[in-house]
């Protein structure tokens, strides 16, 4: 029966809806160790040049996969995220959370090491979602450092899932991050909605800002110090 659903899914006609409902069909019961089988064919860039082919093929994965929480699937979703088209990557941010796997949140924040600001941006919208301390520790760390290419996205991430308790990934970003990121970080802490529950602490992080030797940054800071 797998091996049946593998060959239909990768061999099958995929013109219409009626293809499609073929598929579901006789793939009613299916499990991880198949998805990930089906998870390959929609890597095929030979196959995945066929983009109404491809999409129906996602449209069937969407629905098999999206009835199964099995954890084991969380490492090839995220595996299969660094390299896929933009219809697969949208596909699997939606899946991830789904199979959320503690245990690889930290391989999940690497992502944002990636050169490709779409990997990086994908991970981000994964990361809001599944949140947890190993998520808020891990972008912290990487902010830290000067050459992190994910800083941005880190900022999106931490605001989203720690609010007020985000201050101080923000202020690892105003003492490692480019003049683009700090503006961003500022923004965040100058909003007062976000911050009111450490108001203390965001204008700490704030003034720090202040003695910034880029103007832009400087002046951000004067506009979050005082919006808070």
Not at 86 to 101: F, G, H, I, M
Not at 130 to 136: I, L, W
């Amino acid at each position: 029966m797998t091996a049946d659903v593998v060959k239909l899914f990768k061999s099958g006609s995929w013109t219409s809806q009626q293809d499609l409902d073929a598929v579901l069909q006789q793939a009613a019961e299916i499990d991880s160790r198949t998805l990930v089988e089906l998870l390959d064919v929609l890597t095929n860039k030979k196959l995945a040049a066929d983009l109404r082919a491809h999409r129906l093929r996602c449209k069937a994965f969407a629905t098999l996969a999206g009835a199964t929480s099995d954890r084991e699937l969380f490492s090839p979703y995220l595996k299969t995220l660094k390299s896929c088209d933009a219809t697969l990557r949208s596909l699997l941010v939606t899946l991830l959370p789904k199979v959320n796997n503690v245990q690889e949140h930290e391989p999940l924040c690497n992502l944002l090491r990636s050169a490709d600001e779409s990997v990086r941006q994908a991970a981000a919208k994964v990361m809001q979602q599944v949140g947890g301390k190993t998520v808020y520790r891990v972008i912290g760390e990487l902010s830290a450092d000067p050459a992190f290419p994910g800083r941005s996205e880190a900022i999106d991430v931490a605001a989203a899932i720690a609010g007020h308790h985000a201050v101080p990934v923000l202020a690892t970003v105003l003492r490692a991050g480019r003049p683009a990121e700090k503006t961003k970080a500022l923004d965040v802490l100058g909003n007062r909605t976000t911050m009111a529950k450490d108001l203390p602490g965001a204008m700490t992080a704030i003034a720090g800002a202040l003695a910034d030797p880029v103007d832009v940054v400087v002046a951000a800071a004067i506009t979050a110090f005082s919006n808070t």
